[in-house]
């Protein structure tokens, strides 16, 4: 198993790990929710998203400030989550976005 490969798994643990302590939300109009409220930590889309989701969650994300990353499947995400597939989610706890955060950089480089 490679680097690549074990960073993912990592990702999806932890958003499965976040979901378990119910600090996640998901599904667009909840992850919306979620930002504009400031509840959401971090947003994660799905590379498979629409073009229109993706555009929505960058912009909001840009002007909430929220750390906003395009990244796995729809399918992976609903997985992670034991949920069906899920297009978007957002992470509501800090600890958790941060660990987030820095394994999703990881994979950007």
Same mark, same amino acid.
């Given at each position: 198993?490679?680097?690549?490969?074990? %960073? *993912?798994?990592?990702?999806?643990? =932890?958003?499965?790990? !976040?979901?378990? #302590?119910?600090?996640?939300?998901?599904?667009? &109009?909840?992850?919306?929710?979620? %930002? *504009?409220?400031?509840?959401?930590? =971090?947003?994660?889309? !799905?590379?498979? #998203?629409?073009?229109?989701?993706?555009?929505? &969650?960058?912009?909001?994300?840009?002007?909430?400030?929220?750390?906003?990353?395009?990244?796995?499947?729809?399918?992976?995400?609903?997985?992670?989550?034991?949920?069906?597939?899920?297009?978007?989610?957002?992470?509501?706890?800090?600890?958790?976005?941060?660990?987030?955060?820095?394994?999703?950089?990881?994979?950007?480089?």
């Amino acid at each position: 198993m490679n680097n690549q490969e074990q %960073v *993912k798994k990592k990702v999806f643990s =932890l958003i499965g790990l !976040a979901t378990r #302590a119910r600090k996640t939300v998901s599904g667009e &109009f909840s992850t919306e929710k979620a %930002v *504009k409220s400031f509840a959401a930590e =971090l947003v994660i889309v !799905a590379e498979d #998203a629409s073009d229109n989701t993706k555009k929505l &969650f960058t912009d909001k994300c840009s002007f909430y400030e929220v750390p906003c990353f395009i990244y796995g499947t729809k399918e992976e995400l609903g997985h992670a989550m034991g949920k069906e597939m899920r297009a978007s989610l957002a992470v509501t706890d800090t600890g958790f976005a941060q660990a987030l955060c820095k394994l999703l950089d990881e994979t950007q480089n």
